[in-house]
């Protein structure tokens, strides 16, 4: 790759100085040979218009039967890009992945503009990457993709809390039907271009690639302007829209030829397509979005009747990090006390009691930090869900005071991507009851789980609920007055177990009624 860039530099009349071969893509079904560079700011417009010259001259040293296409990226370091690139790139090396977070990472500016990132890692991760050259291959990746000279070194970490997070089981999605993540159009029509018979994707689930597929309506359709270039006699334009269909929507460019320009025109908004491009990820100002640069577009018709096919998660064969334990090492049972007749409801059914402690109210922008959960098994609480979870920011005093739980008791515990699977295993094939569930518990938990392509669909109680209608002339139904009504002692309110395992108590009695 090296050489073919040199020959490049010799032979073409543009500045290449400091550009970067950053990877070479054949598209054999296409016959196309795409040669991405990456280069500095102040050259990205000179090389654009001078990809006629590059394309040629590529063309001459590779002699290629493919065609060849010459890709210009600009390059533009930004430390939360750079972060999200280089975890991208380290999706192959999960034992790596699952111990490197965002927060891991930090950035030193030299004087002359080089850039230093240091990788914070556990000592056994370290000597894991040093052993495997997983080091060398970052930094050839840096390399290639920045023309900023970028050094990234390791930190070992050697917490006595730390705890390693070797490889996890592969997740397996199941569907709610057959068929996968795909739009079934009809009546398709090449309008530009060769006709469109792949299936498209879902735009929701659309990430950068080539030779992506989606469909949907346009809208916002409107036609801009091109800078006239030197030389040039003849306005050229080039066309926007925004193109949505049954789950979400995407920004969309065009750039006709002599002989699609006319054709372009006739589309208008609310015009049902299949378009034929590339999803790129784009970064403005800090903001990254993706965007779809189209190539060809077809006629369709849209499914008068569409359901989202979810992608979920199948239930794991075994638990990753968080193994459930028995109820009896939170409390024993007093040998003295009458057993209690189990009630009829809770008979031949399994229950979960959970609880959540989280950074806030917020269900977009606040993190849950504990998850707490009692199993009830024919009337009896048989196994306790406690885990801790690191929410990657720093707690709020107020939840601190609250909880007890402080920064330095979730730092480096396991993430709610790792702890939510295990979650879920604990809770298939039980009712799952909570305290003020239907108003907090429970749309948190979705709105966390959902993400993941985690659905709970369990059946949902409420004890607030239930005593409210049980016993409506007491008039406070917090956990805290439950528990004084049946003569039960929290002792740790504000902690998910504790909680959960009184709730699950008050249930338990609640249940009494429910025959």
Excluded at 79 to 106: D, Q, W
Excluded at 135 to 159: G, M
Excluded at 294 to 314: G, Q
Excluded at 367 to 393: M, Q, Y
Aim: glycine share 4%; with cysteine.
């Amino acid at each position: 790759m090296n050489e073919f860039l040199d020959q490049l530099k010799e032979k073409v009349s543009l500045n290449l100085q400091g550009v970067k071969l950053a990877e070479v893509n054949a598209h054999v079904k296409r016959n196309l040979l795409e040669v991405v560079l990456v280069c500095p700011p102040e050259l990205e417009e000179q090389l654009k218009e001078g990809a006629m010259e590059l394309t040629t001259t590529a063309r001459e040293i590779l002699k290629s039967s493919f065609d060849i296409k010459i890709k210009i990226k600009k390059s533009y370091f930004d430390e939360a890009y750079f972060t999200y690139n280089l975890l991208s790139f380290l999706e192959n090396y999960p034992m790596i992945k699952h111990n490197l977070k965002s927060g891991n990472f930090a950035f030193d500016y030299s004087e002359n503009g080089d850039i230093k990132v240091t990788l914070s890692v556990p000592s056994t991760i370290a000597d894991y990457m040093q052993a495997r050259k997983i080091l060398d291959k970052i930094n050839v990746f840096a390399f290639n993709n920045y023309c900023e000279k970028i050094k990234v070194e390791l930190n070992p970490t050697a917490l006595e809390s730390e705890e390693i997070v070797f490889e996890l089981p592969e997740t397996k999605l199941v569907y709610d039907y057959e068929g996968g993540r795909k739009i079934k159009v009809s009546n398709v029509d090449a309008f530009i271009g060769d006709p469109i018979y792949e299936r498209p994707g879902y735009i929701v689930d659309a990430k950068p690639n080539d030779g992506v597929v989606l469909c949907g309506k346009i809208k916002d359709f409107v036609e801009h302007k091109r800078a006239m270039k030197e030389g040039e006699t003849e306005q050229k334009y080039f066309y926007k829209f925004r193109l949505e269909d049954f789950t979400g929507s995407i920004d969309c460019i065009y750039f006709p030829s002599k002989k699609t320009v006319d054709k372009i025109k006739l589309l208008s908004n609310d015009k049902e397509i299949v378009a034929f491009g590339t999803t790129e990820m784009n970064t403005f100002r800090g903001v990254t979005t993706m965007s779809f640069r189209v190539r060809y577009i077809s006629l369709c018709t849209l499914p008068a009747e569409f359901r989202i096919n979810r992608a979920k998660m199948a239930l794991p064969d075994t638990y990753r990090c968080i193994t459930p334990t028995p109820y009896e090492s939170y409390e024993q049972d007093n040998i003295f006390k009458v057993k209690e007749e189990t009630p009829q409801y809770l008979r031949d059914k399994e229950f979960v009691v959970y609880d959540l402690e989280t950074t806030g109210l917020n269900q977009v922008t606040d993190k849950i930090i504990e998850i707490g959960a009692a199993k009830i098994k024919d009337g009896a609480i048989t196994e306790c869900f406690s885990a801790l979870v690191d929410p990657e920011c720093v707690l709020p005093q107020k939840i601190v005071e609250l909880t007890g739980i402080t920064d330095a008791d979730v730092r480096g515990k396991p993430l709610i991507k790792d702890v939510m699977p295990d979650f879920f295993k604990f809770c298939h094939g039980a009712i799952m009851v909570g305290q003020n569930s239907m108003q907090f518990d429970w749309p948190f938990l979705r709105a966390k789980a959902e993400p993941m392509n985690i659905y709970f669909e369990n059946e949902q109680l409420d004890t607030l609920l239930l005593a409210k209608k049980f016993y409506p002339e007491w008039g406070k139904y917090n956990l805290g007055t439950l528990a004084k009504k049946f003569g039960f002692v929290n002792e740790e309110a504000h902690r998910a177990v504790s909680d959960a395992v009184t709730t699950a108590k008050v249930f338990i009695k609640l249940a009494a009624e429910m025959e």
